[in-house]
């Protein structure tokens, strides 16, 4: 079967996160899937038809996309940041698991792309700079008995934690709930960032702190990284501060 | 004060990694500063001071090119991957808290880049599709109980495990400790991937279990993804199997 899908990470924002890899495969492509936002980041190729769908959509558009490439084309699926990271590389390999046997013998070739949590952490200094953890704070997909559980067991074990899927509509009240379990394990002092359509003309950055956190508002757009006992701030004159975890821990109980 | 200093992640490999933001990043500043092997990567431009150093120099590197800066010059740090997770933008605002006052009015700027696990996991299918985290077996600047202590929470909780620095020539007993210790908490099955020199000509990727994991070789350029309790695997005739972590849990115990 000569058929092939490429899942392409376009990063957070506009172009400038593009690798050359991921400007390369949105050429190859004769046909494009991906929610319509992503889409419309991608310059026109005559040729190359664009298939727009909603953010709900993630499994249908996979086995759109896998369709087409089961009799012979070449599709690729775009994907905000890191195609990898809470996104639809996972939902393609559902749809191959789940799906006809034929497209087991598709190739497959996953473009990485810069997720979002690395593009909000540049912004702040070196949040990440030691062991972190990403948790999606969705419970659509998973019960919310499980998240408070990871997050407990991160913020105890002092991994800094980048917070996927902070809010939506549908998910008023997580995030909430979720910084008041971490503000039980960790100090007020604790720095967290908030990162929104970091890359995009309207980006915006707010570092504050755990006992803050509760003030600022955030959305689906919106990346939040909660510091471990370890991460500290440097002031800075006229300037935005700077977020970092060192690289040495001296003692155990970090 | 005028001086600028950009920390810029060249991403995993050869240029296809490179985002546009750090083209322009590397051919705006004056003096380049780096470990050789990534130094190597950039094509020279004329009027372009560099200087490389070696592997376990990040504070003197980090000072130097401050103290570039501060001199009112723009220098840039190059970093392999990311330059924020387990690397150069850490070192840099180590240096700042502890450097002289001036320091802190420098414009620090970070250009992201694809970290290693982004790569690896790329090449794989979509192993970091849900909570991950990502924690460096250097028990250099940590103690190895608490590397241990995040292990074991780690894979209690469910998260999937990124290793960095998993191997080097002082540290030839971290990694097969660790994955004994993961061992006693995962299935033998559990999935496991090592990439080594991905995204460079002699990459290489070795899909595995935890129960084989102990005879694959690693090094310093081997970045290592073990799996949940939820990844699995898609065998595919003719092809490198997929490995992916699925976007929903039904569990709790999960």
New interface residues.
Partial sequence: MSGRLTVIGL?PGD???????AE?ALQAADALYGYRPYLDRVPAREGQIRHASDNRE?AARAEAALRHAAFGGHAAIVSGG??????M??????A??NGPEAW??L??T??????AM??V???A????????????LSDN???W??IE??L???A????VIALYNPVSRARPWQLGKALALLAHRLDGSTPVIFGRAIGRSDENLTITTLAGAGEVTADMASLIIVGSRET?L??????SP?V??????E??S?
């Fill in positions: 990063g172009e400038r996160y593009l690798t050359r890899e390369d993630e890191d195609p990898g990271v809470f996104a590389a996972a939902s393609v390999c559902e191959i698991a087991r013998s190739e497959v996953v473009v990485p792309g810069i997720t690395l593009a952490a540049a912004r200094g070196a949040p990440l700079g030691h062991d972190f953890c990403a948790l999606s997909l998973k019960p008995e499980l559980r990871r407990d067991a991160a105890n074990a002092g991994f500290r440097i002031a800075r004159p006229g300037l700077l970092y975890t060192p690289r040495a821990i003692s155990v970090a």
